[in-house]
């Protein structure tokens, strides 16, 4: 186990500082301050932050941090760190790490023993979740699925029989393509569409998958777009005739084994495979 308690050392530390989806009235006055009194601003993208940056008149200086960057530029940012700099860290829009870089910088400083602290801010998914009218909790945030389709239907048959509402990013130009994938591996199931969150034009689209699918053949959306779809239901409950023993005989009738009947009469019940065999042969159970 490790412990670790942020502002421990006197070397430096990495804040991650969450930046708005959309709205810039979204950014907090301590992610502010952070970015302004940090030594060094580690960006996604250093021109998109700098329109951020430019917006509340911070001058800190920037490094680009980025999934083809990131194997040369988190020693760079380590040994910064390590000679006694404050470093934020921020990726184009929302959280760090969540679908954008920031994990394996975050994951360097804790085996040096760096401080890491995480600011409170905007983040797409459970900011669309709430107001879409699908269960809030429990929630699954699963991001970008794989792009080809093949690899799209191995992750959501993983996921088929999740219950709790999931989320996803997606492009609005493969949005269409994803919902008629889903709907094709979930059955029809409720879902909702939130685009543009936080601007002007932000719009939730509610309906089933195959409305949303119909809905997204006839027409382009702009914007990324966050999908939210609801869980599987509970397993439907079967109920068997007969106790247990009559149960393992009438498979035994059937043609099973014994070993086999009584496995089976113990997982569709959902019992210990001990308690049918105790009682089919008669022998009473140590408890």
């Keep these: 186990m490790q412990k670790q308690q942020s502002y421990k050392h006197d070397v430096g530390k990495l804040y991650l500082v969450p930046t708005p989806i959309g709205n810039l009235e979204d950014m907090t006055v301590r992610c502010v301050k952070i970015l302004g009194e940090a030594d060094l601003i580690a960006s996604e993208d250093t021109r998109n932050t700098q329109k951020?940056?430019?917006?509340?008149?911070?001058?800190?200086?920037?490094?680009?941090?980025?999934?083809?960057?990131?194997?040369?530029?988190?020693?760079?940012?380590?040994?910064?760190?390590?000679?006694?700099?404050?470093?934020?860290?921020c990726s184009d829009a929302g959280m760090p790490s969540i679908s954008d870089p920031g994990h394996e910088l975050v994951k360097a400083c804790i085996a040096e023993g760096i401080d890491v602290i995480a600011l409170p801010g905007p983040t797409a998914g459970l900011t669309a979740l709430i107001a879409s009218g699908l269960s809030p909790q429990p929630n699954l945030f699963y991001g970008f699925l794989p792009r080809k389709k093949k690899d799209q239907v191995a992750e959501l048959t993983k996921l088929a029989t999740q219950q709790s509402t999931m989320i996803f990013y997606e492009s609005p130009y493969r949005i269409g393509n994803t919902v008629a994938v889903i709907g094709e591996v979930f059955g029809e199931r409720h879902a909702v569409i939130c685009r543009e969150l936080t601007k002007i034009h932000e719009e939730y689209l509610r309906g089933t998958l195959s409305e949303l699918s119909d809905y997204l053949a006839a027409h382009t959306l702009k914007g990324e777009c966050c999908l939210l779809v609801e869980g599987a239901g509970e397993p439907e409950q079967v109920h068997y005739e007969g106790s247990y023993v009559e149960q393992v005989e009438l498979l035994i009738a059937e043609g099973v084994s014994s070993?086999?009947?009584?496995?089976?009469?113990?997982?569709?019940?959902?019992?210990?495979?001990?308690v049918v065999y105790n009682l089919y042969h008669a022998i009473e159970s140590d408890s």
């Design 52 to 89: 951020l940056l430019n917006h509340f008149d911070i001058t800190t200086p920037q490094k680009s941090l980025h999934e083809h960057n990131y194997k040369e530029r988190v020693p760079q940012l380590v040994a910064l760190l390590q000679s006694g700099q404050v470093i934020a860290q």
């Design 259 to 274: 070993k086999e009947a009584i496995k089976e009469v113990a997982k569709r019940n959902q019992v210990k495979k001990q």
